[in-house]
């Protein structure tokens, strides 16, 4: 079957969403590459990105994907850098996506990536290309270039919901994470939260009670960012099933509130906000997350997974685990010669 790859002026929204949602039913794409998150991203942040767009003889949507152009700052100057269902732009790209890739037709993956592949060689406009939480060995990293650095490897930290079911939460992890929890749980009556799922009329005061909480916690904080708010208060109202905003109280009041996407039988923990610790015992995190599990293995869910992050927490509460790759990937040009001639010299890793 002979595809035609081309990058295209992005769309108008009203209409990319439904060409996106077509494609997307008949895709495995998972969350970050679905329209409730492209779509929110697109239209929270005013992001353009070019569309590249894989068609079939008959003119159907293969695959799609979006590529933000920049100037991006490199150790001797900017570089013409292309970014995966990115913009290029760090403020408009604080959401993170992760499990990045094309969003392919069921089946096709192949053919699209081949497409995409040669398209992208074709183009001489760019000399790096970023590609931000991608699966180790994807295989857009086959793509020829004149060098390939992996800027991050990062956990994703997960609970087998299957192990939990046929055991006890609290009997798979470590016996250090087990006390920190049950030692907690005292403090609350000796049980977990009670965990209630937001309904419509609940989103707004909900979330605006998690930038509450999560207000000055963080030099960078994400919450104080306008754009970023809009973001996920558009996500939780046209996420659907697949997302979920959960708060979860003690006979004292809140406890925490989680964030979470729902697909394919994984549930993904992608913000949260806690109650301040009422005692040097008491770990509202670790009791709302193990709420969560408890919650979802009662739902038959496979997963729950604490998306990507090193965060020490994410690991004591974890029972399995896999990994997400940043790269980038650069074509030749006297000055990237010279910047990795510079960085071997200083001993300086891509990353800085």
Not at 54 to 74: C, H, K, N, P, Y
Not at 231 to 249: C, K, P, Q, S, W
Request: net charge positive; aromatic share 8%.
């Amino acid at each position: 079957m002979a595809l035609t790859a081309q990058f295209l002026r992005l769309p108008d929204l009203a209409a990319l969403g439904p060409r996106w949602q077509a494609l997307e039913a008949r895709a495995d794409g998972g969350f970050f590459l679905g329209w409730t998150w492209m779509g929110a991203w697109l239209e929270s942040y005013g992001a353009r990105p070019e569309l590249l767009a894989i068609t079939d003889e008959a003119g159907q949507d293969v695959a799609l994907a979006l590529f933000g152009r920049a100037m991006q700052s490199r150790l001797l100057g900017r570089s013409a850098t292309l970014s995966l269902n990115q913009s290029g732009d760090p403020g408009a790209d604080r959401p993170f996506i992760e499990y990045n890739g094309l969003l392919a037709a069921r089946g096709k993956e192949g053919e699209a990536m081949e497409a995409a592949l040669r398209a992208l060689c074709k183009r001489r406009d760019w000399r790096s290309l970023r590609l931000s939480g991608v699966a180790p060995g994807s295989p857009l990293l086959n793509i020829p270039a004149r060098r390939k650095s992996r800027i991050d490897l990062s956990p994703v930290y997960q609970v087998d919901l299957e192990a939990v079911r046929a055991s006890d939460y609290l009997s798979l992890l470590s016996s250090n994470s087990r006390s920190q929890i049950r030692r907690a749980m005292k403090d609350h009556s000796g049980a977990l939260p009670r965990i209630d799922a937001a309904a419509p009329a609940d989103i707004d005061p909900w979330l605006a009670e998690m930038q509450a909480l999560n207000r000055g916690r963080h030099a960078d904080n994400a919450w104080d960012d306008e754009a970023f708010r809009h973001f996920v208060a558009m996500i939780t109202v046209r996420g659907g099933d697949a997302v979920e905003l959960l708060r979860m109280t003690g006979k004292d009041g809140v406890v925490g509130l989680l964030l979470n996407f729902i697909h394919d039988g994984v549930a993904m923990n992608y913000q949260s906000a806690f109650a301040p610790p009422r005692s040097a015992k008491d770990k509202p995190g670790l009791l709302c997350h193990a709420a969560a599990v408890d919650h979802y293995a009662g739902r038959g869910l496979s997963l729950y997974s604490l998306l990507a992050g090193k965060d020490r927490y994410k690991q004591s509460l974890a029972t399995r685990e896999e990994a997400l790759e940043w790269w980038q990937i650069d074509r030749f040009s006297p000055r990237l010669e010279a910047e990795a001639l510079l960085r071997k010299v200083l001993k300086r890793p891509v990353s800085a």
